[in-house]
């Protein structure tokens, strides 16, 4: 079979590779649809595990299913989570199912960027997903992003009426807004650099659309919150500056969602004094559970969300070294999807 193996980000190949045995527990699903994450993109994340097959977005078709498999049938339009928790070790217990120990070391074989990946057990039994006829494979890729940040709201607690600031208009930041406008927030502000990215992040929900190139960002959430500061900042940008923003327009006793990591040896000062007097809390939000990849799908199909214009380039398997291209092209791309037809 044909797989896309990572080398480097400005070397992605085309290569051949048997197809994966499976077990009888386990199946053989043909990829269809793969999301390019922005984790894909972030070379020193990447640096000591390439040569890899990446795609971890993937939905497809179950096309071989072991003697023991019950909950799926041949035919199937599945999306799979590449991660799973184990459900008994004491962070799954606590609920930090993203934190177990065993959620890295279950994968998909070899990974989403390839014609067949194997499901092992563990992700077919609590995280392989039936996608309804009216949801594409495409759009399904949109679960685990859509799963990511339904956890970091809930991390943050979001209320019906709370206001909301995210910093960062790509793919996870108008996932985000939408999310927001759908949770009943009273004000979206959003901000980026980009200024065809804030059109995007209006048209997903934001009320305010802010870049901080020609307007202050803490002005204009003082004036979408009376004054105070939003209740939730969420932060998707890998840069320090949008930290700093993000610690900057948070009301006193706000949250800061940590969702993107900047680069290793980025650090930013804090004092615990003004910590200690704002109470604002820091919460960061890594990936997703099994919880909320059933939530995003749900919310998904009943058409609660709508996530379609987000996907605005598609690539075939062969040229998934075009779709990393354009994906870091952030200007002109939003997410971008390989098929495998
Ligand atoms: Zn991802
Ligand atoms: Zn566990």
Request: hydrophobic share 40%; glycine share 8%; charged share 25%.
């Amino acid at each position: 079979m044909k797989v896309a193996v990572y080398y480097d980000l400005q070397d992605i190949r085309i290569e051949e590779m048997p197809e994966p045995k499976i077990g009888e527990d386990e199946i053989l699903v043909q990829m269809k649809a793969c999301g390019v994450c922005g984790s894909d993109l972030m070379g020193w994340y990447l640096k000591n595990r390439a040569p890899l097959v990446l795609g971890h977005e993937p939905t497809g078709i179950v096309a071989r299913k072991g003697k023991q498999v019950d909950i799926v049938s041949l035919g199937d339009r599945v999306f799979v989570h590449h991660h799973v928790a184990c459900m008994t070790c004491h962070y799954c217990l606590n609920g930090d199912y993203t934190l177990c120990e065993r959620f890295h070391e279950t994968n998909i074989e070899p990974g989403g960027f390839a014609e067949y990946f194997r499901v092992p057990a563990p992700n077919l039994r609590l995280d392989t997903l039936k996608i309804p006829e009216n949801l594409s494979f495409e759009e399904a890729t949109l679960i685990e992003p859509v799963g990511c940040c339904i956890r970091a709201l809930k991390k943050c607690g979001l209320q019906y009426g709370d206001s909301v600031a995210i910093i960062g208009a790509g793919p996870t930041g108008l996932i985000h807004t939408t999310l927001a406008k759908t949770f009943g927030a009273s004000a979206i502000i959003v901000s980026d650099l980009v200024e065809s990215r804030l059109n995007f992040a209006r048209k997903f929900g934001a009320d305010r659309a802010i870049n901080p190139k020609n307007e202050d960002l803490s002005e204009g959430v003082k004036a979408e919150t009376d004054g105070r500061g939003v209740d939730i900042a969420v932060v998707t940008a890998p840069s320090l500056e949008a930290y700093k923003a993000g610690l900057d327009i948070c009301r006193r006793g706000g949250k800061l969602c940590v969702f993107a990591p900047t680069t290793p040896g980025q650090y930013i000062h804090m004092s615990p004094k003004e910590l200690f007097f704002s109470e604002i809390r820091i919460v960061p939000s890594y990936s997703t559970s099994h919880l909320e990849t059933r939530l995003a799908l749900d919310l998904m199909v009943s058409g609660r969300v709508n996530l379609g214009e987000l996907i605005s380039h598609r690539f075939k398997l062969d040229e998934t070294a075009k779709a990393f291209e354009m994906a870091l092209a952030g200007e002109r791309s939003l997410k971008v999807v390989v098929l495998n037809n």
